[in-house]
């Protein structure tokens, strides 16, 4: 009997949602090829391929894996365009939603908020700091807000620490109890794009392809825009 070959994958938490649900659909039909998946922000995974951290394969922003492929960490042609992400923001079911419909109005309702909640790694807090400082608003907003190394920023609206949080729709979605009130308006929009490719020195690099080509099937799409992401053609 030949023994289980496992997949290591260093993957981004913006897909973790969805992912979860395809992981069960690949451990059935692969149950020799198990996954051993690490989930961490984009910038995390970074630092753990600088350190001399390996997977078999990576899931990070698009611009992230234009740098791995830049400094042949990553194999250029198993590279694999997999979904957009909107950065958005959320609040309790029960609160008084306000207009976000603009830039203007997003300022009043940022500086209105008793707590926004943010994550300092992840990249859409790393963009949402950057707003705010093109917004002009960076102080009034950090003056009050809750923010967090790393993680699901709407688990803070639960526990009371804040009213609105801001962090990418499929991961506000990945807490339960709480009301996704829309994308950033135009104007301060943000779309982030999510690549997979395989490492160059992967110790199952045939498994690792084959798991990549499995998140372009008509089921991975499905699952992906389950949790508010876009398929990318």
Same mark, same amino acid.
């Given at each position: ?80 365009? !997999? ?74 609206? !639960? ?75």
């Amino acid at each position: 009997m030949t023994s289980a070959l496992p997949i290591r994958l260093f993957n981004v938490l913006a897909i973790r949602a969805p992912f979860v649900e395809l992981q069960a659909e690949w451990e059935r039909q692969h149950p020799d090829k198990p996954l051993l998946i690490d989930w961490n922000p984009t910038t995390v995974i970074e630092e753990k391929v600088a350190r001399g951290e390996r997977a078999d394969a990576t899931i990070v922003t698009a611009p992230a894996m234009d740098k791995l492929i830049a400094d042949g960490r990553i194999v250029p042609a198993s590279r694999v365009e !997999l979904v957009d992400s909107q950065v958005g923001l959320a609040m309790l079911p029960d609160a008084r939603v306000p207009d976000i419909s603009s830039v203007e109005a997003l300022k009043t309702a940022l500086l209105n908020a008793r707590s926004v909640g943010y994550s300092l790694a992840g990249a859409s807090g790393l963009y949402f700091q950057t707003l705010l400082k093109t917004l002009g608003i960076e102080q009034q907003v950090n003056a009050k807000a809750t923010t967090i190394p790393e993680g699901f920023t709407a688990s803070l609206l !639960l526990e009371g620490k804040a009213d609105i949080a801001v962090q990418q729709i499929s991961e506000l979605l990945m807490v339960k109890g709480i009301r996704v009130i829309g994308p950033l308006p135009a104007g301060a929009e943000k779309v982030l794009s999510f690549s997979g490719g395989v490492f160059t020195d992967a110790a199952n690099p045939e498994g690792a392809a084959l798991l990549l080509n499995s998140l372009r099937t008509g089921a991975a799409r499905k699952a992906f825009e389950g949790f508010g992401l876009q398929w990318r053609n």
